[in-house]
């Protein structure tokens, strides 16, 4: 790759080899509610996790939207967290955000499925209290269950799946699901009580919703099966039935399965949580990866449509080897009431570069995506140049972080080389407005402004 640097501010890039923490911008005021905002101003905060150096970046939110001296990275070696960093940890390889003390303010909820503890599987779970003045209040770790193959912490979700009015902590393993309930009972892992997870299979990813329910909260697990075939499968919620006619939505070689992302949102505006899946790797002979919307409804899903570069009003040319899918996120960006879609292709060519990546906003128009746009480091506006293997697009994030309604959009891209270091990563924002995305006031940062910047750093490998 061609080395080149991103903008970066002198002072920030000197307080961010001194010591990790950034200056948060101004006084906190009191707790908010919503389930990332960790200082409680009111705004919504970025959480950026980068496996490879184990470590955590949050990036707090304000009316100016997201900027690199307002940030803090966190690693268990940070006074605040428990436990020893470790090269093989992988600390940050799942966020999940919410207020798990029951304080008012939102805690990180970072995965270490790599994480080794003396007489137990692989994995574990750390949690990191927020507060007033940012992460100053400490955490605990909840380590592995003993029955279990290893990887847990492969994914968290914090819902209140059980109906009880209270949120608990899920976490799959790779072979297993696992919760805990409520009360911060951590030392009592409770299992599937009906076990339907295929032999040999190994769960990556998991997303909540209330796609059968109106008024409650069910589960969504994907990863790959012991013969390599995508397996995706819906979990009712409630207390007493966890795996109890569980549905199993694709699996093999269905396009309309998963082992790459998923996401949730109401696409339609009917109350219901919808489900949206990419398939990166389309079974289709030669092709660049799709995505797949499943509307939620009473009882049960509609009948899956499927995206792909070649589908009317998606802009692109399917091509194999885009990823097309790889990372997807559904967010309300023209404040209109429906969740848009951000897809990631981080194998997308650009301008003839292989492997510079890109990232399609598709619009909903009651709940079917028929137009949309492309983004990457040739347009107008954003930061960057496109070069061979940056894979701009590797993660995507939909949220509200200036608070005017529409959401903006967050977009990692882990082989973007800054100077003559190799794949250090990087992070891009672009603000959301009434007709979409705009470049306007585009802002990015990179592992090197948080003092995570080495060769192989992979910043922004996960965003949340």
Do not use: C
Request: charged letters at 20%; zero cysteines; hydrophobic letters at 35%.
């Amino acid at each position: 790759m061609r080395a080149r640097n991103l903008a970066v501010t002198a002072t920030v890039a000197a307080l961010a080899a001194a010591g990790l923490t950034l200056p948060l911008a101004g006084p906190a005021s009191a707790a908010s509610v919503l389930k990332d905002d960790f200082n409680g101003d009111g705004y919504r905060d970025l959480a950026i996790g980068s496996p490879r150096t184990n470590s955590v970046t949050v990036t707090f939110g304000s009316a100016s939207g997201l900027a690199a001296n307002r940030a803090t990275t966190l690693t268990q070696n940070s006074r605040q967290v428990p436990g020893v960093t470790e090269p093989e940890d992988e600390f940050g390889e799942n966020v999940t955000t919410g207020d798990v003390n029951r304080d008012g303010y939102a805690d990180l909820v970072v995965g270490a499925p790599g994480e080794k503890v003396d007489g137990r599987p692989s994995g574990a779970v750390t949690l990191i209290w927020g507060g007033k003045n940012g992460f100053h209040q400490g955490g605990r770790v909840v380590n592995s269950p003993a029955d279990t193959a290893g990887r847990f912490g492969e994914a968290t979700v914090w819902t209140d799946f059980d109906g009880d009015g209270s949120q608990q902590l899920a976490v799959v393993s790779g072979d297993n699901w696992w919760y805990y309930s409520d009360g911060n009972e951590f030392e009592r892992p409770l299992g599937l009580e009906v076990d339907f997870i295929p032999e040999g299979t190994r769960l990556d990813g998991m997303v909540a919703g209330n796609f059968k329910q109106a008024d409650g909260i069910s589960l969504v697990l994907y990863g790959e099966r012991a013969d390599g075939g995508a397996w995706t499968a819906h979990m009712n919620g409630g207390a007493g039935d966890y795996g109890y006619q569980a549905e199993i939505l694709g699996e093999g070689d269905d396009p309309t399965a998963t082992r790459d992302a998923a996401t949730a949102g109401d696409v339609n505006g009917d109350g219901y949580a919808d489900l949206i899946t990419g398939n990166s790797r389309d079974s289709r002979a030669g092709k660049g990866g799709s995505v797949t919307v499943r509307l939620g409804g009473d009882r049960k899903f509609g009948a899956p449509t499927t995206y792909h570069q070649d589908s009317a009003g998606v802009p692109g040319t399917d091509e194999s080897g885009d990823g097309f899918g790889a990372s997807v996120s559904a967010g309300d960006v023209t404040g209109d009431g429906l969740a848009d879609l951000a897809v990631g292709a981080p194998g997308e060519t650009v301008g003839g570069v292989a492997g510079a990546g890109g990232v399609t906003l598709l619009k909903s128009s009651r709940g079917a995506f028929t137009s949309g746009k492309s983004w990457h480091q040739e347009t107008s506006g954003v930061p960057g140049v496109a070069e061979p293997g940056d894979h701009f697009g590797t993660s995507v994030r939909l949220k509200d972080i200036n608070k005017n309604g529409k959401a903006d959009l967050a977009t990692g891209a882990t082989g973007e080389d800054i100077d003559t270091t190799r794949d250090v990563g990087a992070v891009w924002s672009l603000r959301g407005t009434a007709t979409g995305l705009t470049s306007s006031y585009a802002t990015s940062f990179n592992g090197r402004d948080f003092g995570v910047g080495g060769v192989d750093a992979g910043f922004g490998h996960t965003l949340r």
